[in-house]
């Protein structure tokens, strides 16, 4: 047989996404913008991830692995001018829906998706992992909001010792915070722990010690915990963050874990975008969580 000519285009990854209800990965869109505590327009995300695909091939030149893998397109939750409470119970129920798939990919929105993943998951049986600047533990007396997930979480019953918090910046995150982590039993790891001992090396620590204590693992990617130079599209963003090549491989190492089930990717904000540098890095780390999904 004869190859198709790629005079004029090549397999995407785009071509592995559709309607295949028995695909090993699910993508669901999780739009939701209401209450960002910095106002922007992170409901554009999952549009943006998507419209990137076609551009991003199956190909990575480095290892010679060819993406095959299937996913489903779920579609978008309909968030549209819907409250972090408010969107609570069809984000769980939409991303439960596909548990039973290897692995759950959920593109926000902003970070108050992440409570309802993680129940989505089983509030007593997940452990969290967060990639994030930030320590998302501001107070609930007002409402929920994406600076609040996690807080929500330890209110909802989580163990504190079943979260892992990775990248958090300083001058980004305040004593009481910090404060509360501790008092937890968080384990809090700084961005210049993941400069000075790795980024994978961290995460893997941290995935080993969640393992031990938890059956499934769900992780957020809030974006915005990757170098402001390299990634201007979150509001969050801090110059001194992590380096965008760092955060590609440790992407593949946490999709290759066998307990990792579900994550997410939120707070990118496509308003923000400097050229079209922030869908082709939420791109790459599509191919990223596919590539260790694969190496299962």
């Known amino acids: 047989m004869v190859d198709m000519s790629e005079a004029l285009g090549w397999r995407s990854v785009g071509d592995l996404v559709g309607q295949y209800p028995d695909a090993p990965v699910a993508l669901i869109g999780a739009p939701l913008n209401e209450r960002s ?5 992170c409901d554009l995300g999952p549009k943006a991830l998507r419209g990137v695909l076609p551009r991003l091939s199956t190909y990575d030149v480095e290892t010679g692995l060819e993406l095959d893998l299937r996913v489903h397109d779920a579609g978008d939750v309909a968030l549209k001018a819907v409250s972090p409470f408010d969107a609570f119970v069809p984000v769980r129920d939409a991303v439960a829906a596909q548990s039973h798939r290897a692995m759950t990919i959920v ?3 902003n970070n108050a998706i992440t409570r309802a993943g993680v129940h989505a998951l089983g509030l007593e049986r997940a452990g969290l992992l967060t990639l994030d600047a930030h320590f ?3 107070d609930t007396d007002q409402g929920l909001t994406n600076g609040n997930p996690v807080q929500a979480l ?4 989580m ?3 079943r979260i892992s918090q990775v990248g958090l910046a300083s001058f980004a995150n305040t004593r009481r915070a910090h404060e509360k982590a501790k008092a937890a039993g968080i ?5 210049r722990e993941c400069r000075e001992q790795g980024l994978v090396a961290v995460v893997q620590q941290e995935l080993e010690r969640l393992s031990a204590l938890c059956e499934v693992i769900y992780v957020d990617f809030d974006i915005d915990v990757i170098d402001r130079s390299q990634w201007p599209a979150s509001p969050g963003a801090r110059p001194g963050g992590v380096s965008v090549h760092d955060f590609f491989d440790a992407t593949r190492a946490i999709a290759a874990h066998p307990k990792v089930r579900a994550v997410d990717l939120t707070e990118y904000d496509p308003s923000l975008e400097v050229g079209d ?3 082709l890095t939420a791109g790459r780390w599509f191919c990223e969580i596919l ?6």
């Open 37 to 41: 505590l910095t106002p922007g327009r």
């Open 107 to 109: 593109v926000g929105g």
């Open 136 to 138: 998302d533990l501001r």
């Open 154 to 157: 330890l209110e909802d019953g």
């Open 159 to 161: 163990d504190g010792t």
């Open 187 to 191: 384990s809090v790891r700084t961005v």
């Open 277 to 279: 540098l922030g869908s």
């Open 291 to 296: 590539s260790g999904v694969a190496a299962r």
